[in-house]
């Protein structure tokens, strides 16, 4: 069992949808969770970054983190053509800098 | 100010030799990070340099290892390369335990 799993798609949606990222972890030990973006061919960009539960918002995104259930979620509002990419959950435990990935999931967002 | 740089942007190998990329980390930040992501894979972590140690170690062989200079900067070096080591490698810098900011990656084609 991998240690973060995440459903890799393809997710349509139309231009203006709201959009449901989400990953399960298996790993007690993770504390920080973050929201990777990537496009086609390109490096990982940085979305959201969050420490324990609770939610965070920037803009058009809303992370969440339920640690009871051990669930990570990400909310696009209003979705854009140019949010088409592969977005990338990612968790942390306290040491270290090992980031512990999903597979991505792929994102197309339609006229 | 100059984000995460790395070199060279692709690079086509064959089996047994060896190779080194490099990165320079954004301004600001002591640590590299050096990540794997095989064709429709999340990243996976090789290894951490700070301070001019290697930090934290994923679950790859000995054939990978690196080194950071004292400007910041690391090089990842692989040898005796096969071809599963085709992939794109990522260098992420950051301050220790903070957010995580990826490069370009390099793509590595092995023949």
């Known amino acids: 069992q991998k240690e973060v799993e995440q459903d890799p798609g393809p997710l349509s949606v139309p231009e203006g949808a709201i959009v449901s990222l989400n990953c399960t972890y298996s790993?007690?030990?993770?504390?920080?969770f973050m929201w990777y973006r990537q496009y086609s061919r390109k490096g990982p960009e940085l979305l959201m970054y969050?420490?324990?539960?609770g939610n965070k918002e920037d803009g058009r995104f809303t992370a969440q983190v339920d640690k009871s259930s051990k669930y990570i979620s990400l909310f696009i509002r209003d979705s854009q053509p140019s949010d088409s990419a592969t977005y990338l959950c990612?968790?942390?435990?306290?040491?270290?800098?090992?980031?512990?990935f999903g597979t991505g999931t792929q994102l197309k967002v339609e006229l | 100010d100059a984000g995460v740089t790395q070199s060279p942007t692709h690079l086509i190998k064959t089996r047994g030799q060896q190779v080194t990329l490099r990165c320079s980390p954004k301004?600001?930040?002591?640590?590299v990070s050096w990540y794997q992501q095989a064709l429709g894979q999340g990243p996976q972590f090789i290894f951490q340099?700070?301070?001019?140690?290697?930090?934290q170690r994923g679950n790859f062989p000995d054939r990978f290892s690196g080194h950071q200079f004292p400007n910041y900067s690391s090089e990842l070096n692989v040898n005796a390369l096969l071809l599963g080591d085709s992939a794109l490698y990522l260098c992420?810098?950051?301050?220790?335990?903070?957010?995580?900011?990826f490069g370009p990656g390099t793509r590595l084609t092995v023949t």
């Open positions: 992420a810098s950051s301050l220790p335990t903070y957010e995580q900011y």
């Open positions: 790993n007690s030990a993770f504390q920080y």
């Open positions: 969050t420490y324990s539960s």
């Open positions: 990612a968790a942390r435990a306290g040491g270290g800098n090992k980031l512990t």
């Open positions: 301004s600001g930040h002591d640590t």
């Open positions: 340099y700070y301070e001019e140690e290697e930090r």
